[in-house]
């Protein structure tokens, strides 16, 4: 399950920089994008200040990313 690339695609959607995403979950920009890349973890707390920052549930983006791996098998 590849939470990350749904925070990727939703942010991409909204037109949000990872500067911002970055500054929600309180990381570097840096860091924000390595653990969007999937180079580093993302927690629960991350999850959750992502999704704050782009106005969505957390569970909607875990449920997004079950489906797509749902979909890929």
Partial sequence: MDVAAEVR???ARQGVPI?????AARVT???CARKL???SGITTIDLWNFAHA???DASELVARAEKADLERR
Avoid: Y
Avoid at 19 to 23: D, K, W
């Fill in 19 to 23: 500067s911002h995403l970055a500054e």
């Fill in 54 to 56: 782009l106005g969505v």
């Fill in 9 to 11: 695609a939703e942010a």
């Fill in 37 to 39: 890349r999937g180079h």
């Fill in 29 to 31: 920009p840096k860091t």
